[in-house]
């Protein structure tokens, strides 16, 4: 069976997610005494967004590479990353990689796509709302995303870092999410919202959100136990 390796840490609570529903998905299909091989190499998330920050990318692209080449040595076949921000060097990370990446936005186009939507609302850290590399492939393919104001990204990404990557999840947070969502909504017409950061599902879901959401880390997990049982 493929050996998936996940660059993790980025950030722990995503990770854990990751971890514990590929598991679980996997031994839906092989029973539940089957453990899929699984190897995860810890970055610092914060790193990664003081990185971004100061719009060090080769700085970033070489942090990542190197957590994935110590994978690639643990015998891994394919790579995860359980975070979005990092594929603001997506670019770079494909042309050095030792192993070939499965990518989040890519799963998360497909579905977008399947489901015939024209307009999506994007939430994410500051550096997946503000550059290209998450919008573009889904504009391309003719799907318009649409992200909150300048205010509104600010006040995400401060509960991003201060809260949702240390795991602190609050009801005040969440209706704060849940506005922007819904001003959207309202505003934009949006049709769905893509929780384009992995920390997100800790705070939203379809239960709670104005518009039902694309669920990255859902999305992404679904890809990658395809992965594991392709062979």
Do not use: W
């Not at 914060?46 to 070489?62: G, P, Q, V, W, Y």
């Not at 201060?162 to 017409?189: C, P, W, Y």
Request: glycine share 8%; proline share 4%; net charge neutral.
């Amino acid at each position: 069976m493929i050996k998936i390796g996940l660059i993790g840490g980025i950030g722990p609570e995503s990770t854990v997610l990751y971890y514990r529903q590929i598991i679980h998905r996997v031994q839906d299909h092989k029973g539940k005494e089957f453990i899929p091989n699984l190897s995860i190499e810890s970055l610092n998330a914060f790193e990664i967004f003081t990185f971004c920050k100061e719009k060090r990318f080769d700085d970033l692209a070489r942090y990542v590479v190197g957590g994935i080449k110590s994978l690639a040595d643990g015998g891994a076949q394919y790579v995860a990353l359980t975070g979005n921000t990092p594929n603001v060097v997506l670019e770079a990370l494909k042309a050095q990689s030792p192993l070939p990446l499965i990518s989040s936005i890519d799963a998360t186009l497909s579905v977008a796509k399947k489901q015939g939507l024209k307009k999506v609302g994007l939430l994410g850290t500051i550096f997946t709302m503000t550059n290209t590399f998450f919008k573009a492939p889904f504009e391309h393919a003719g799907i318009e995303v649409v992200v909150p104001d300048a205010q509104q990204v600010a006040y995400i990404q401060s509960k991003i870092e201060a809260e949702l990557e240390h795991g602190v999840v609050t009801n005040k947070t969440r209706d704060g999410f849940v506005q922007i969502i819904r001003s959207m909504q309202d505003k934009d017409g949006i049709e769905k919202i893509i929780l384009g950061c992995t920390e997100l599902p800790l705070l939203l879901n379809d239960g709670n959100s104005p518009v039902s959401c694309l669920d990255c880390v859902d999305i992404h997990v679904d890809a990658i136990v395809k992965k594991i049982l392709s062979r």
